[in-house]
């Protein structure tokens, strides 16, 4: 299993920046991707980036140009650099793992808990 813990969120003012963070524990030699969500009030969750454990990324249209997805792997954390942030941007944020664990032919995805991101003047 894979545990996942988020945590930089919090308010911001338009136009401000927040870097998010996302740690993993477990069985990160399963992980090959972890991907950053976002969940707004009343509205579906969406991809906004992920990173494989090769280090390719993908950004969501959503905040293209606006957001930098990058990786320590010493720490075994992966950040959410949010730039230029607005008000439409306020959402929960969550990161989630994508895994396969080879030894026991198993795939699952785990999701942290979400950290809250308020854009706000």
């Given amino acids: 299993q894979v545990h996942l813990v988020e945590s930089g969120g919090g308010l911001v003012q338009p136009g ?4 998010l963070s996302c740690e993993a524990s ?3 030699f399963t992980i090959n991707a972890i991907e950053w969500y976002r969940q707004a009030p009343g509205k579906e969750r969406e991809l906004v980036a992920d990173i494989s454990k090769h280090g390719s990324t993908n950004y969501a249209n959503s905040m293209k140009g606006r957001v930098t997805i ?12 949010m730039n230029t942030l607005k008000p439409e941007d306020t959402a929960v944020y969550y990161c989630a793992a ?3 664990n080879i030894a ?3 795939a699952a995805r785990y999701w942290g ?7 706000s003047s």
């Fill in 98 to 100: 994508d895994t396969l």
């Fill in 26 to 28: 477990g069985d990160i």
């Fill in 70 to 81: 990058s990786r320590d792997n010493a720490k075994n954390t992966v950040y959410l650099q």
């Fill in 113 to 119: 808990q979400g950290t809250q991101v308020s854009v």
């Fill in 16 to 19: 401000g920046s927040l870097r």
């Fill in 104 to 106: 026991k032919m198993e």
